[in-house]
Structures are given as structure tokens and as C-alpha cells.
């Protein structure tokens, strides 16, 4: 039960420190935003994979990705903001639902996630995004 506790507190702290990584340091804000949306997204899929990962860290994770996903879109501009946004407009606002049998999100997610790829590409920053599935 303490090890659940403890990985709760610590995913929270985890998601904004990647969702922020880099995104002042550089001053294209669209590649650092496009590799801390990969960092994001590939941190998800590794959690929603991993069995050992406890059904409270995920849910702490899920709850906070669409907001983290949704701030990188505030340093970015053009195309990549555009598809960034979409991608959050196209989200539940409880991520916790995106994976529910039958749930149509997680496949808009993933077709809008490969735009934000595509845009990402375009401004120069070439990205790989994990699937849960």
C-alpha cells in the first residue's frame, strides 16, 4: 500500500517535469514542445503496458496528461499549436476513459496524435510516439 502511495505522489511531479522539459531552455519552442509531447506520450504507453505499474499511478497519470498536453500547447505556434490543440479539443477531459472497450477516443487520439507527428515533422523535429495498444 505505501509503494502505491508513494508512486501516486511521484507520477504527478513526473508528468509536469516532462511535459516542461526543455520547453524554456530552447528557443524553438515547437521542437521542445514536440519532444516533450513524445516524452509524454511514450511515458503513457510505457505505464498503460507495464503490469506492474499499480491501477492508482495510472489513474494519477491519466488525469493529469490532458492538462500537461494542453500547457505545450501554449509554447508552441502554427501548425503544431493548431494540431496540439486539437488533439487536447479531441480528448476527454478525464484522460481515465480513453481506454475503455469500445471507446472512440483512443482512436481519435491516435489519428490526431500521428497529426501532431506530421507537424512536428514539418517544423523540423521529427518525433516516434508509442502506442498503448
Known sequence: MLTAMRSTRLIFPVLLLLAFAGCAAQPDGNASACASFAKLNNHWASIERDSTVSESARLTFRHGYRTAID????????????????????????????????????????????LVADACKAAGATIRLDTVR
Do not use: F, I
Open 71 to 114: 500547457d505545450l500547447a501554449l509554447h508552441t505556434s502554427g501548425d503544431v499549436k493548431l494540431r496540439l490543440t486539437a488533439l487536447v479539443t479531441a480528448m476527454p477531459a478525464d484522460a481515465t476513459t480513453m481506454l475503455l472497450s469500445g471507446a472512440l477516443t483512443y482512436d481519435a487520439y491516435v489519428s490526431n496524435s500521428g
